[in-house]
Each structure stands twice: as structure tokens, then as C-alpha cells.
């Protein structure tokens, strides 16, 4: 497993930016499934929702319906980061955000402790 550390979480107004880092412990990536998964409030752990999610092998990059157009994703391999930014957020956005990498060969799965997104209107 690696080691995963996001932060960048705060409370923003609706209209608003913030950028996520998930800091990782991996240093080469193209075994891995990326993603970054959240949790509203009220929700169980099982009822996570992926956000995004990026190939280390090919950068291909998918996202849910309801970020497409907001939410970006991406990986700096020279700072071992993975990245969400996420612009124009609304309160349905109010969550905690996990940073998820999978292995694609052996489906090992690493999960960080998260970092609280709160929208307000």
C-alpha cells in the first residue's frame, strides 16, 4: 500500500474554488488507478461517491456527471501529487474528499484520511 495525505479542504462560498492535494508515498505511477472519492454528510464509508479518476498508465481521466465541467484532475509526477481542482462549487459539493489509488494489477487499494470540502450559499 502507499501512503496518502490530502489537504486542501476548507469553507468556501458557492461560486468558489479550491484546489485538493493528495501528497503519496508512490513514486512511479503507471500501475495505478487514481481517484479522488467523496463522502457527504450523512453518508456512510460505503456510499462514497468516485469524483475523479486518473490512468497513471495513459492519463485518461473520467468524471462524474455532476462535476463534468468544473472538476479537473491531475497528476504531478515530479511532485508525487495528485490534484482536484474544483471551480464553481455549490453546497451540494459539502463532502469529504479521499484521495483513492488502486493498483491495476494485483486491485490493492490505498485510501487517505480525507480533507473536508464545506460550500455555503
Known amino acids: 500500500q502507499v501512503q496518502l495525505v490530502e489537504s486542501g479542504g476548507g469553507l468556501v462560498q458557492a461560486g468558489g474554488s479550491l484546489r485538493l492535494s493528495c501528497a503519496t508515498s508512490?513514486?512511479?505511477?503507471?500501475?495505478?488507478?487514481m481517484g479522488w472519492y467523496r463522502q457527504p454528510p450523512g453518508k456512510d464509508r460505503e456510499e462514497r461517491e468516485l469524483v475523479a479518476s486518473i490512468m497513471g498508465r495513459g492519463g485518461g481521466t473520467g468524471y462524474a456527471d455532476s462535476v463534468k465541467g468544473r472538476f479537473t484532475v491531475n497528476l504531478d509526477t515530479a511532485k508525487n501529487a495528485l490534484y482536484l481542482q474544483m471551480n464553481n462549487l455549490t453546497p451540494e459539493d459539502t463532502a469529504i474528499y479521499y484521495c483513492r489509488f488502486e493498483t491495476t494489477t494485483t486491485q490493492v487499494v490505498s485510501w487517505g484520511r480525507g480533507t473536508q470540502v464545506v460550500v455555503s450559499s
Open positions: 508512490a513514486r512511479t505511477f503507471s500501475n495505478y488507478e
